[in-house]
């Protein structure tokens, strides 16, 4: 189901000041997709989130689900979350310590008023889904972590709602449990029909999980797009530095050419992806570690960029290093056969299609 | 929802506000009239005669003293015995938790009592065991003086501090004392350096405590000062309203204002101390275990004498009063006072119809007390923990207030108060003095349980379809249950053993077990004391035992969580 949300604001006051959560959020999440809300903490991610599964009211705007209209300030509509027909997985799992298993996967179908014997089969099945069989009759509270984020996730899916949200699932896991639970996740998400609404701060798990991904600053939308929009071709400085590792040059555009914008910048003359910025303004240029090919000694033609190591870190898989290009230090990741030391002359081509122009 | 909730909290204001409030305001208004007869008719006469009164000045000398004393030697012991137990190899530390929680089935009357017939200097078993033995011509131990009484308070108040102090010490970061180490600094130095003044407003707070419990006691200086003539504040008050012919209740009143003023102040010092104390200690403890201090030759002494202190506080009492309870006189334990046991003053008791009817009134207002006071308490928690508005904040401070109720002043506001009502001289007089002043027992437990219903499982329960009459009876209730259990029997075992606010309120009719226990107590009758405050600790044990074990078993359905 696609969820549609217009603008939605929510303020709090606390100590005497405003603090806006939420600032006039337009988005539409279309159906049966995994869509991220990503953003640093405080982004208003979560009470996004929390408005539309019902935790939480906004202050104005409008939210509809399936085309139906769950929250709207000027109709006077406010459903419920336990008329909403949704399901969610919490930060803290809120798995019920007082119950089991069985009792927490079938309590959605218990309160619809389901029959006993389908309800033992649906949790059997769901259990199965999510690879818990047999543990039925376990107590809440002798799960691993991993194990309680499993008997959420049956929880949310046992009702079989079109929409599920997911608060920060997989911020309470150790790094790699984390990393197997995210592939899991994204092979359960993928055989389901299922709008998948996913908050993290985490990119790497944005950029793994999503179909799209929306990037939120200070209770706004800031980019909406795939996870190769976002990283390769993102609009804004602060989304292609959140994303992930970036070289942030300053530069000023000189003139467009075909589908090239030609910069002017520290480290000279750079043709880069174009974008319709006007001559003369002053823009960011944005370069990942990953795009800087060095060879050794110096080269010349177009967007070649000579300079100097500065310094390196062995990191296991690779060199990370910094590259001295006049006032400019570069972040690059060289191969560890490259044979190269700090003070050494290198080169390298950008590659224009790898030269993000975003707004300072 | 919101409406119902402002709603809720209001009306919670208005009863908790009458509880704790209105027996302050009539305190006040008490200590401008004339007498309890002519309530209303403003006069000074009642403050001036009370702080002119020639006894006051003494009276205020032993009160600093009993005060001070016990308070500065409870904190020290607790000191002790917290850094025995988290930080050093002592052996049998099992012991240590005993030492903090059973002490408080032994009510403080009967604690007193039992020390009263070891160290009196008449006949106190112990001294005449001393006299015997070392063939002395006087008793070497008096009670009956002012630091009897500070010993006697000081261990009643030492499982309370330890149980402030121990936590903070179990949760300390050793890394503070271990860098100090790796600095140059001895254990000595990093425990004067580091350790306590780290500690210090865990160690101010469990301090401040004792200042308020000792100011408030009742039983030690009632049972150990009158006798020797030595009054504190507390047995002063207990002068004017309960001895003599001319009962002067607005005298009273006025002493107890300050008194109120004092230990109402001091409450609102350990709550921001405790607040302290947990900004300073908080730190996440993953899995470490602090450094274990090994005693070495000190082991044995050290731990002979935490098997002292535990025997003088729980063995002890216990023996003696069974021991009394079954010999005809007060006597020192021997051939012959065996051969002259015999069960006269337990059937003596079962027969008196006083002591009959205090047993069946505390039972009353212990079963009826505490599920009023529970259902009360739960509200409140609900309001203070779960919906958070100015109006719930006042709440809090509020059920906080009567915390610091001395019961013996608090009985005299409320005397006021009862006097204007048919409620006076009866038992839902001391029913509703009980849950004003115990209040805080059951929201203590009753909030943190709330606490940790994280909002996550109700709301979850929400976003599965759930209605919020089905949240709260499906989560929310199962899981509030052990801290309801707990809030009763705690409030229970209070009132069951309630003496100092029964001393003032309880009349002809409304006796209760402490102050038949009392009046044993004046009388000497110290065999028919024994077998009722046997009765008493049994009853109370039952009920601490009761709230064990019930709190193991939703320990065990919630696993170890």
Request: glycine content about 8%; some cysteine.
């Amino acid at each position: 189901m696609e969820i549609r949300i217009r603008g939605v604001s929510k303020h709090y006051y606390s100590e005497g000041k405003t603090i806006k959560a939420l600032d006039g959020v337009d988005l539409t999440i279309a159906a049966n997709q995994i869509f991220t809300l990503l953003g640093p903490s405080g982004c208003g991610k979560t009470t996004l989130l929390r408005c539309i599964v019902g935790l939480e009211a906004p202050d104005t705007g409008e939210i509809s689900i399936g085309g139906q209209t769950v929250w709207s300030k000027e109709k006077n509509i406010s459903i419920p979350p336990e008329k909403r027909g949704l399901g969610m997985v919490f930060q803290t799992y809120a798995i019920w310590p007082h119950m089991n298993v069985f009792d927490n996967v079938a309590y959605p179908l218990q309160v619809r008023n389901v029959g006993k014997d389908v309800i033992r089969e649906r949790v059997a099945n769901t259990l199965r889904f999510v690879q818990m069989e047999g543990y039925e009759m376990r107590p809440a509270t002798k799960l691993s972590g991993g194990q309680q984020q499993r008997v959420a996730l049956a929880r949310a899916l046992i009702a079989e709602p079109k929409v599920i949200l997911f608060d920060e699932p997989l911020s309470n896991l150790d790094a790699k449990l984390r990393e197997e639970t995210r592939k899991e996740l994204k092979a359960f998400l993928g055989n389901l029909q299922i709008t998948a609404v996913y908050v993290t701060h985490d990119r790497v798990e944005a950029l793994a999980l999503s179909d799209a991904i929306a990037v939120m600053r200070a209770g706004q939308i800031v980019e909406v797009g795939t996870p190769q929009k976002i990283y390769f071709n993102a609009d804004t400085r602060f989304v292609a530095d959140f994303i992930g590792r970036a070289n942030l040059v300053k530069a000023r555009v000189r003139f467009q050419e075909g589908d090239r914008t030609v910069v002017e910048c520290g480290l000279g003359t750079i043709a880069c992806e174009r974008r319709d910025i006007p001559v003369g303004n002053e823009v960011t240029l944005c370069i990942r570690p990953e795009f800087i090919h060095v060879a050794k000694g110096e080269g010349s033609g177009e967007n070649v960029v000579n300079g100097r190591i500065d310094s390196q870190v062995f990191v296991g898989e690779a060199y990370e290093s910094e590259i001295r290009v006049g006032n400019e230090l570069l972040l690059a990741k060289i191969d560890p056969d490259a044979n190269l030391k700090a003070g050494d002359p290198v080169n390298f081509r950008l590659d224009a299609a790898h030269c993000l122009l975003v707004s300072i | 929802m919101d409406r119902a909730r402002a709603r809720l909290t209001y009306s919670l204001v208005i009863i908790v506000g009458f509880l704790t409030v209105c027996p302050v305001v009539m305190l006040a208004l008490g200590s401008f009239s004339e007498g309890l007869t002519a309530f209303g008719t403003f006069t000074l006469n009642k403050y001036i005669a009370a702080y002119t009164d020639p006894a006051l000045l003494g009276v205020m000398v032993n009160t600093l003293i009993f005060v001070f004393g016990s308070s500065v030697l409870a904190t020290v012991l607790a000191l002790f015995l917290a850094y025995l137990n988290t930080r050093t190899d002592i052996p049998f530390k099992f012991l240590f938790k005993i030492l903090s929680i059973v002490p408080m089935m032994i009510p403080h009357l009967l604690f007193s009592v039992s020390w009263a017939l070891l160290l009196n200097p008449s006949n106190g078993m112990m001294n005449t065991v001393l006299k015997n033995v070392f063939f002395l011509e006087s008793a070497p131990f008096n009670i009956y003086s002012l630091e009897g009484m500070i010993l006697v308070e000081a261990l009643l108040d030492l499982p309370i501090a330890y149980l402030i102090i121990a936590p903070a010490m179990a949760s300390f970061d050793v890394a503070l004392e271990e860098s100090s180490r790796v600095f140059g600094a001895g254990t000595w130095r990093t425990l004067i350096r580091v350790t306590l003044p780290v500690l210090r407003p865990a160690i101010l707070a469990a301090f401040v405590l004792g200042v308020v419990r000792s100011l408030a006691s009742f039983a030690v200086p009632s049972v150990l000062g009158m006798p020797g003539r030595v009054n504190v504040l507390a047995t002063h008050l207990y002068e004017m309203i309960a001895l003599g012919f001319a009962t002067d209740y607005g005298k009273a009143a006025a002493v107890g204002m300050s008194v109120l003023a004092t230990s109402v102040t001091l409450i609102y010092v350990y709550r921001a101390l405790t607040a302290e104390s947990e900004k300073y200690v908080t730190i996440s403890s993953r899995g470490y275990r602090p450094a274990v201090i090994e005693l070495g030759k000190a082991r044995i002494p050290l731990f002979t004498i935490v098997a002292l202190l535990s025997f003088g506080m729980i063995v002890l009492p216990v023996a003696v009063l069974v021991y009394t309870s079954f010999v005809p006189y007060t006597m020192v334990p021997s051939a012959r006072a065996f051969s002259l046991m015999s069960l006269k003053h337990w059937t003596d008791v079962l027969q008196d119809p006083l002591s009959l009817l205090a047993l069946k009134n505390s039972l009353f207002l212990a079963l009826a007390g505490a599920t009023l006071g529970v259902v009360l308490s739960v509200f409140v928690g609900y309001a203070i923990v779960k919906v958070r508005t100015r109006a719930s904040g006042i709440l809090e401070s509020l059920s906080f207030l009567s915390f610091s109720f001395p019961g013996i002043v608090i009985g005299v506001g409320f005397m006021w108060f009862f006097v204007q009502t048919p409620l006076y001289a009866t038992i839902w007089a001391l029913l509703i003095g009980y849950i004003a002043t115990y209040l805080p027992y059951g929201v203590r437990p009753m909030a943190s349980a709330f606490v940790q219903v994280h909002a996550h499982l109700e709301e979850s329960s929400l976003v599965c379809g759930a209605s919020h009459l089905t949240t709260m009876r499906r989560i929310i209730v199962p899981l509030l249950v052990p801290g309801i259990v707990s809030a009763w029997i705690l409030m229970a075992a209070m009132f069951i053993r309630e003496l100092t606010l029964s001393v003032v309120l309880s009349r002809p009719g409304s006796e209760v077990l402490a102050v038949q226990i009392l009046k044993f107590a004046d009388d000497g009758l110290w065999g028919k004391l024994s077998a009722l405050g046997i009765i008493m600790i049994a009853i109370s044990t039952t009920l601490v035992v009761l709230a064990t074990l019930v709190g193991e078993k939703f320990k065990a359905v919630e696993g170890g969580g």
